[in-house]
């Protein structure tokens, strides 16, 4: 077809509207350059589940409620530990810290969303001012000095057509999401380190009775040596032996109530509390296990722990920021309206002659940025990238802690069994030990092997006993530490 044709004031005017529409096209094509984009992909929760060999829904042999309670301390019956834990709960400064934080996003969500409401400001200004005799205004206004008075209410509407402020405010909100799940994790850990401190205080106690225990046996079998050595039937040498073994044992006592003392600092600092406030605490060790190991990872672990949950919506938030960054690309359109009075003189500032408006739309096109758009959404992007590799590294840490406390909770189940066989062995060999010395039929120095040994052994039973409550507690924890996330954090993150 012959261009000609077209009249030339159509082709005219059609020709800026061409310039245009080639502009945006090519800014788009900039906008959807793949090379820009995010690298990574986030995993579904049924490649989460073959990858990591996840169960159904059901959290293997473990009772059901000992891992959905949120108050899972409550399984041990032992007031004292719930009485720490909640003044954890309720007066921690690391809880605050967390508060704090979620305000914070909080406020810059409600800050990003004001951005799609149309804005009204009000603005009056009175300037006295010589007007000018050669400029703009002619006779009789030039040269004289006036009152330039104006009043006006003025709005101001972004029309969001590519979508960027949507995904500013989507991005806002998910990252307040994070916070809010940032400060639940938080008690979920402060409940799980005082119950750490608890139990070491437990194990710290019962340390100490241990070797008030033995340093009793011990000043008893020092009066024995003492009374042979009397009758003639034990040397220097046995008395001087028994005689070590009781500041020896003294030392140990002085050394538990150091322990004692550090673990009621901890407990009490731990629960927003001075370091003295424990100082009356006494501690117990739970008989048993209160909570069972599952025999297989459960697929619902995802929706278990706040920190999944916080890093999935850490993933979402970035990926509404790679939108936004996209949308930059795009013409930013507004709509501006202003209504008002203006007069050069104040007495008739208010006649209805002296009304003013405005309207219309404003369009901002970027052409040449430098390079800053492409830059800005290379670096939304990236961030991306980064808040999908450490959703990735937060599953596998979690499905990691729960698979350790696992076994070590396994192991140690065997352990114990072995070590109160040993205690028994080590208890009756020292009390035989004991009677045959007594009776002379043996010497001194395997009285203080056989002593030496049961000391030894009923200090491995007390670890013993003291880590399985430790690995009680590292399991509540991996196993979320009775948080459920309210929005199913074992989705994926859908994007249309």
Same mark, same amino acid.
């Given at each position: 077809?012959?261009?000609?044709?077209?009249?030339?004031?159509?082709?005219?005017?059609?020709?800026?509207?061409?310039?245009?529409?080639?502009?945006?096209?090519?800014?788009?094509?900039?906008?959807?350059?793949?090379?820009?984009?995010?690298?990574?992909?986030?995993?579904?929760?049924?490649?989460?589940?073959?990858?990591?060999?996840?169960?159904?829904?059901?959290?293997?042999?473990?009772?059901?409620?000992?891992?959905?309670?949120?108050?899972?301390?409550?399984?041990?019956?032992?007031?004292?530990?719930?009485?720490?834990?909640?003044?954890?709960?309720?007066?921690?400064?690391?809880?605050?810290?967390?508060?704090?934080?979620?305000?914070?996003?909080?406020?810059?969500?409600?800050?990003?969303?004001?951005?799609?409401?149309?804005?009204?400001?009000?603005?009056?200004?009175?300037?006295?001012?010589?007007?000018?005799?050669?400029?703009?205004?002619?006779?009789?206004?030039?040269?004289?000095?006036?009152?330039?008075?104006?009043?006006?209410?003025?709005?101001? @509407?972004? +029309? %969001? /057509?590519?979508? *960027?402020? !949507?995904?500013?405010?989507? =991005?806002? #909100?998910?990252? &307040?999401? $994070?916070?809010?799940?940032?400060?639940?994790?938080?008690?979920?850990?402060?409940?799980?380190?005082?119950?750490?401190?608890?139990?070491?205080?437990?194990?710290?106690?019962?340390?100490?009775?241990?070797?008030?225990?033995?340093?009793?046996?011990?000043?008893?079998?020092?009066?024995?040596?003492?009374?042979?050595?009397?009758?003639?039937?034990?040397?220097?040498?046995?008395?001087?032996?028994?005689?070590?073994?009781?500041?020896?044992?003294?030392?140990?006592?002085?050394?538990?109530?150091?322990?004692?003392?550090?673990?009621?600092?901890?407990?009490?600092?731990?629960?927003?509390?001075?370091?003295?406030?424990?100082?009356?605490?006494?501690?117990?060790?739970?008989?048993?296990?209160?909570?069972?190991?599952?025999?297989? @990872?459960? +697929? %619902? /672990?995802?929706? *278990?722990? !706040?920190?999944?949950?916080? =890093?999935? #919506?850490?993933? &979402?938030? $970035?990926?509404?920021?790679?939108?936004?960054?996209?949308?930059?690309?795009?013409?930013?359109?507004?709509?501006?309206?202003?209504?008002?009075?203006?007069?050069?003189?104040?007495?008739?500032?208010?006649?209805?002659?002296?009304?003013?408006?405005?309207?219309?739309?404003?369009?901002?096109?970027?052409?040449?940025?430098?390079?800053?758009?492409?830059?800005?959404?290379?670096?939304?992007?990236?961030?991306?990238?980064?808040?999908?590799?450490?959703?990735?590294?937060?599953?596998?840490?979690?499905?990691?802690?729960?698979?350790?406390?696992?076994?070590?909770?396994?192991?140690?189940?065997?352990?114990?069994?072995?070590?109160?066989?040993?205690?028994?062995?080590?208890?009756?060999?020292?009390?035989?030990?004991?009677?045959?010395?007594?009776?002379? /039929?043996?010497?001194?120095?395997?009285?203080?092997?056989?002593?030496?040994?049961?000391?030894?052994?009923?200090?491995?039973?007390?670890?013993?006993?003291?880590?399985?409550?430790?690995?009680?507690?590292?399991?509540?924890?991996?196993?979320?530490?009775?948080?459920?996330?309210?929005?199913?954090?074992?989705?994926?993150?859908?994007?249309?």
């Amino acid at each position: 077809m012959n261009r000609n044709a077209f009249p030339r004031s159509l082709r005219c005017k059609a020709f800026p509207g061409f310039i245009l529409m080639s502009i945006v096209v090519g800014l788009a094509g900039c906008a959807a350059d793949p090379s820009l984009g995010p690298h990574e992909k986030m995993p579904t929760a049924r490649e989460l589940g073959q990858s990591l060999h996840l169960a159904g829904g059901e959290a293997g042999t473990s009772a059901p409620d000992a891992f959905g309670d949120k108050a899972w301390w409550a399984v041990y019956h032992d007031p004292e530990l719930t009485a720490w834990i909640e003044r954890g709960l309720r007066d921690s400064p690391d809880l605050r810290i967390a508060s704090a934080r979620l305000q914070q996003a909080e406020a810059f969500l409600a800050a990003t969303h004001a951005g799609e409401l149309p804005s009204l400001n009000f603005s009056a200004q009175s300037t006295a001012e010589r007007l000018s005799g050669t400029g703009i205004f002619p006779p009789p206004l030039g040269g004289l000095v006036g009152t330039i008075n104006d009043v006006d209410l003025a709005s101001t @509407l972004e +029309l %969001d /057509l590519f979508g *960027r402020l !949507a995904a500013r405010t989507d =991005a806002a #909100r998910l990252a &307040a999401q $994070a916070s809010a799940l940032d400060r639940d994790l938080a008690g979920v850990r402060l409940a799980g380190a005082i119950g750490h401190a608890y139990f070491e205080l437990a194990r710290a106690q019962q340390a100490h009775r241990i070797a008030v225990q033995i340093e009793t046996d011990r000043t008893r079998t020092l009066e024995l040596v003492r009374d042979r050595v009397r009758a003639g039937l034990d040397t220097q040498v046995e008395r001087r032996l028994a005689e070590v073994t009781v500041p020896e044992i003294r030392v140990d006592i002085e050394r538990a109530q150091e322990q004692i003392a550090l673990a009621r600092h901890a407990l009490a600092v731990l629960a927003g509390q001075s370091p003295d406030a424990a100082d009356s605490v006494q501690a117990r060790l739970p008989d048993d296990a209160a909570l069972a190991p599952p025999t297989a @990872l459960p +697929l %619902d /672990l995802l929706a *278990r722990r !706040a920190d999944i949950a916080a =890093a999935q #919506r850490r993933v &979402a938030a $970035a990926l509404h920021g790679v939108d936004a960054a996209r949308a930059d690309f795009y013409p930013n359109v507004n709509i501006n309206a202003l209504v008002g009075i203006n007069s050069l003189s104040t007495q008739r500032l208010f006649e209805y002659k002296s009304r003013t408006w405005q309207v219309g739309p404003a369009v901002h096109l970027p052409i040449f940025q430098g390079g800053s758009l492409r830059a800005a959404l290379r670096a939304a992007s990236a961030q991306a990238d980064e808040a999908i590799d450490s959703y990735n590294a937060t599953i596998l840490q979690a499905a990691r802690e729960v698979a350790d406390a696992s076994s070590s909770i396994a192991a140690v189940r065997r352990q114990r069994v072995q070590q109160e066989l040993a205690t028994a062995n080590a208890q009756a060999a020292a009390d035989l030990a004991v009677t045959r010395y007594r009776a002379g /039929l043996g010497n001194f120095l395997t009285v203080l092997t056989a002593q030496g040994a049961v000391l030894s052994q009923r200090r491995s039973e007390v670890d013993l006993d003291a880590r399985a409550a430790a690995l009680d507690v590292s399991l509540a924890l991996a196993m979320g530490g009775g948080f459920r996330d309210p929005q199913a954090a074992n989705k994926t993150v859908s994007r249309e």
